[in-house]
T-cell receptor, first 114, second 114 residues
Framework: AQTVTQSQPEMSVQEAETVTLSCTYDTSESDYYLFWYKQPPSRQMILVIRQEAYKQQNATENRFSVNFQKAAKSFSLKISDSQLGDAAMYFCAPFMEYGNKLVFGAGTILRVKS | NAGVTQTPKFQVLKTGQSMTLQCAQD?????MYWYRQDPGMGLRLIYYSASEGTTDKGEVPNGYNVSRLNKREFSLRLESAAPSQTSVYFC?????????????FGQGTRLTVV
């Protein structure tokens, strides 16, 4: 079974500082994607960043970057220079090539303090 | 280009009533998904369809049925609604491709069972 664990139910960060959200997953597959999605109070699901499992280089997208450790099945999200608009719930999700199952973690609520 | 369209946006049902939530995507995606999100919680996978003609159970399938009508449409049916099915329901679609894979979500259906 595909399991995804986000061990931090809530995190807080001061505006302009850096925060890291954790995610671990379990799979026996070798080819997959990893996603981080953001869900603001509007409930819209917004892709923050993606990582292809076959790529060793960690993905970056402006202030967002990941630390992908394939052997450890760990996929953390680092948000630099945090902004008030980053406040949201963040979900990680592995997406398997075989079977195409897409399961999300329980989420981390990120609060940004001004 | 509408993306993923869900109908209805809101629905109130009485216990024991049935209803079908509709989802359609216009991005030629192979895979489609139904999730439920309870207040303050993550997205839990109800059912998914990896490709046209196939459906599989997710994490919380009890009380639901699905139909992959064609490549575009994936419906979710509640045969006999229960208060425990009060939730926000999201439909999503994607395809596993070599680059820039992303899951796209509908706006959600807020269902209340009284």
């Amino acid at each position: 079974a595909q399991t995804v664990t986000q061990s931090q139910p809530e995190m807080s960060v001061q505006e302009a500082e850096t925060v890291t959200l954790s995610c671990t997953y379990d799979t026996s597959e070798s080819d997959y994607y990893l996603f981080w999605y953001k869900q603001p109070p509007s409930r819209q699901m917004i892709l923050v960043i993606r990582q292809e499992a076959y790529k060793q280089q960690n993905a970056t997208e402006n202030r967002f970057s990941v630390n992908f450790q394939k052997a450890a099945k760990s996929f953390s999200l680092k948000i630099s220079d945090s902004q008030l608009g980053d406040a949201a719930m963040y979900f990680c999700a592995p997406f398997m090539e075989y079977g195409n199952k897409l399961v999300f973690g329980a989420g981390t609520i990120l609060r940004v303090k001004s | 280009n509408a993306g993923v369209t869900q109908t209805p946006k809101f629905q109130v049902l009485k216990t024991g009533q049935s209803m079908t939530l509709q989802c359609a995507q216009d991005m030629n995606h192979n895979s489609m998904y139904w999730y439920r999100q309870d207040p303050g919680m993550g997205l839990r996978l109800i059912y998914y369809s990896a490709s046209e003609g196939t459906t599989d159970k997710g994490e919380v399938p009890n009380g639901y049925n699905v139909s992959r009508l064609n490549k575009r449409e994936f419906s979710l049916r509640l045969e006999s609604a229960a208060p425990s099915q009060t939730s926000v329901y999201f439909c999503a679609s994607t395809t596993f491709i070599t680059v820039n894979t992303e899951a796209f979500f509908g706006q959600g259906t807020r269902l209340t069972v009284v």
